[in-house]
């Protein structure tokens, strides 16, 4: 009996082995799109496989064809704006529990009164 692996998860990045046989399947290079696009050398787009840069995350999946939300998922929101990195993230995920929190001033108020 024959068994075949799982799927890969829908939400998990493309390996980038997987994204380079993706461009190799259409004909293309990273230092043909790091020509294309007038930059010296491919390492600029290679480092988009260690960290996001969504401006070479751009190039190479409108190489491929697709949107770079379905290469790199974990690097988007569900509406395909860009997730926030770094310091910024931090700071994000603090507001947004800051503002989504339960507690309101009314609930505070009221407890101390009781």
Same mark, same amino acid.
């Given at each position: 009996?024959?068994?075949?692996?799982?799927?890969?998860?829908?939400?998990?990045?493309?390996?980038?082995?997987?994204?380079? !046989?993706? &461009?190799?399947? /259409?004909? *293309?290079?990273? #230092?043909?799109?790091?020509?294309?696009?007038?930059?010296?050398? $491919?390492?600029?787009?290679?480092?988009?496989?260690?960290?996001? !840069?969504? &401006?070479?995350? /751009?190039? *190479?999946?409108? #190489?491929?064809?697709?949107?770079?939300?379905?290469?790199?998922? $974990?690097?988007?929101?569900?509406?395909?704006?860009?997730?926030?990195?770094?310091?910024?993230?931090?700071?994000?995920?603090?507001?947004?529990?800051?503002?989504?929190?339960?507690?309101?001033?009314?609930?505070?108020?009221?407890?101390?009164?009781?």
């Amino acid at each position: 009996m024959a068994t075949y692996p799982a799927k890969k998860p829908v939400n998990q990045d493309w390996d980038s082995a997987d994204v380079k !046989y993706a &461009l190799h399947k /259409k004909g *293309i290079t990273l #230092a043909g799109i790091a020509e294309a696009y007038g930059l010296t050398s $491919s390492s600029t787009l290679s480092s988009v496989f260690t960290r996001s !840069y969504p &401006l070479n995350e /751009k190039r *190479i999946a409108d #190489a491929i064809g697709v949107h770079p939300m379905v290469i790199w998922p $974990s690097r988007y929101n569900a509406d395909g704006s860009i997730k926030p990195r770094g310091f910024r993230a931090v700071q994000f995920n603090a507001t947004a529990l800051a503002r989504n929190s339960k507690t309101t001033a009314a609930d505070s108020k009221s407890r101390k009164a009781a």
